[in-house]
């Protein structure tokens, strides 16, 4: 993983250029901050990362940050922790954006950890959005980004009317 204070970060790039950033955002998720509505650090990392579905080279680096902040403390971080690192990942198979060689081991260790991590998160109570993005996560870290992407868009409500058109399909 990429340390938080490493000169690499000047070189990589977010959607509004390098990622200088992107370390002190990162080091913020060890306060476990909830993702409410435009909340930071989430919203600054978002925007920046994952902003309109294209990835960067600092969007690889972070999501070991992300993973190792759930790792610490499953049990204090919300779905925003899964979500984020699936949605790279999701993002990451669409646009075919390459991983920069030497993030890309730790990339996917972060992602290969999450599936473990959504057991030990199964202790909280879920609302559907929370199930959906842990669901998103594992199907991500097993690389399955089609699936990731429906199961991240699944709740309550629209899961009988997906149902049906599967069905009807």
Same mark, same amino acid.
């Not at 901050?33 to 990362?49: C, G, R």
């Given at each position: 993983?990429?340390?938080? *204070?490493?000169?690499? +970060?000047?070189?990589?790039?977010?959607?509004?250029? $390098?990622? &200088?950033?992107?370390?002190?955002?990162?080091?913020?998720?060890? =306060?476990?901050? =909830?993702?409410?509505?435009?909340?930071?650090?989430?919203?600054?990392? +978002?925007?920046?990362?994952? !902003?309109?579905?294209?990835? !960067?080279?600092?969007?690889?680096?972070? &999501?070991? !940050?992300? &993973?190792?902040?759930?790792?610490? *403390?499953?049990? $204090? @971080?919300?779905?925003?922790?899964?979500?984020?690192?699936?949605?790279?990942?999701? @993002? $990451?198979v669409k646009k075919g954006a390459p991983i920069p060689?030497?993030?890309?081991?730790?990339?996917?260790?972060?992602? $290969?950890?999450?599936?473990?991590?959504?057991?030990? +998160?199964?202790? =909280?109570?879920?609302?559907?959005?929370?199930?959906? @993005? &842990?669901?998103? #996560?594992?199907? #991500?870290? =097993?690389?399955?980004?089609?699936?990731?992407?429906?199961?991240?868009?699944?709740? *309550?409500?629209?899961?009988?009317?997906?149902l049906e058109w599967f069905v009807d399909h």
């Amino acid at each position: 993983m990429l340390s938080l *204070d490493s000169p690499r +970060w000047q070189e990589l790039e977010h959607a509004y250029g $390098r990622a &200088v950033d992107t370390p002190a955002l990162l080091l913020q998720l060890r =306060k476990f901050p =909830k993702s409410n509505d435009d909340a930071e650090p989430w919203f600054s990392l +978002w925007s920046s990362l994952a !902003h309109q579905g294209d990835v !960067h080279s600092a969007s690889f680096a972070a &999501v070991s !940050h992300v &993973v190792a902040a759930l790792a610490s *403390d499953p049990l $204090r @971080c919300d779905w925003t922790y899964f979500q984020f690192p699936a949605w790279i990942e999701i @993002c $990451r198979v669409k646009k075919g954006a390459p991983i920069p060689s030497d993030l890309e081991e730790a990339y996917f260790e972060a992602l $290969r950890a999450l599936p473990g991590l959504a057991a030990k +998160w199964a202790e =909280k109570p879920w609302a559907d959005s929370d199930l959906a @993005c &842990v669901l998103s #996560a594992i199907a #991500a870290a =097993k690389g399955h980004a089609a699936i990731a992407e429906a199961a991240m868009e699944l709740t *309550d409500t629209n899961a009988a009317g997906a149902l049906e058109w599967f069905v009807d399909h």
